[in-house]
């Protein structure tokens, strides 16, 4: 579920969720329709268009199409995993993800219109009930188990980096400029990409959000965990978590995709 917001006109953000047989489908997405070529793998994500910066509502879009077309040449997932494999996907995600950043540096060199353009990006793998998470930036993945909201990533921001160093002991401490100022993004002007992973473990009932900070940022967790616990379809669930931000001022391009697992039997 995606919607621009009150305030700015154009979008930056992008998703993409696709289910994979043999084969993939793509269930939903706001992406140009010849984006996605028939191809035989998979891919899920959402990825939001660093703000001020140029082209970021282009940058998104890229990187899921560049993610489309790496998986489908460069990498064969697996359709099942045990304990001694688990951790080599999560390794496997991250050097994917390298590749789209090295990617989005050479289609945006310092003599390109493109330069300086970049992204956050946050996907969710699932095979079975294992779900594999990686981020860049400040968009976020949450995990909704038992009526608790769990929240899985750490945002790549100048507050966190100061918390995490300890410079300050709080995010709350922190100058709202210093909240939203990313020190990691796809492309941009950054030469490395740091790529941050978990794995986790799904349990019946489960409920994965991936969100921008459209919806953290307007959303406070307690209003997040409320819309979660509610039994409503799951469009009808995103859609509320889009109107809380809307309600809330909607300041930035909002983005929810909503995933909720059944065990088999």
């Known amino acids: 579920m995606l919607h621009p917001g009150k305030v700015r006109t154009n ?44 082209f970021g509502e282009l940058a998104s879009l890229i990187a899921l199409r560049s993610g489309w077309e790496l998986t489908g040449s460069a990498f064969k997932w697996p359709f099942k995993v045990n304990d001694s494999e688990s951790p080599e996907v999560p390794e496997s995600i991250r050097v994917f993800i390298r590749m789209i950043h090295r990617r989005r540096q050479a289609e945006s060199g310092p003599d390109s219109p493109l330069c300086g353009m970049g992204t956050t990006l946050i996907g969710a793998l699932t095979i079975g009930m294992d779900a594999f998470i990686a981020h860049v930036g400040d968009s976020r993945a949450y995990i909704f188990r038992r009526g608790r909201l769990h929240r899985l990533t750490r945002d790549h921001t100048l507050a966190e980096h100061l918390v995490a160093d300890g410079i300050l002991h709080s995010i709350d401490e922190a100058r709202s400029g210093f909240r939203s100022t990313l020190v990691n993004c796809l492309g941009g002007i950054f030469e490395d990409v740091q790529v941050d992973t978990c794995h986790v473990p799904l349990q019946n009932n489960d409920q994965l959000l991936l969100c921008t900070d ?16 509610a039994t409503t379809p799951t469009q009808v669930t995103c859609q509320a978590l889009v109107d809380a931000a809307l309600a809330n001022g909607g300041r930035d391009n909002v983005t929810a995709v909503l995933a909720r697992y059944t065990a088999a039997k």
């Open 11 to 54: 979008n930056e953000d992008h998703y993409s969720v696709v289910r994979r047989f043999r084969s993939r489908d793509v269930l939903l997405t706001n992406m140009p329709p010849d984006t996605y070529p028939p191809c035989n793998d998979e891919s899920f994500a959402v990825a939001d268009g660093v703000g001020g910066a140029a």
């Open 214 to 229: 459209g919806l953290t940022d307007m959303v406070s967790e307690a209003d997040i965990a409320q819309i979660l616990a």
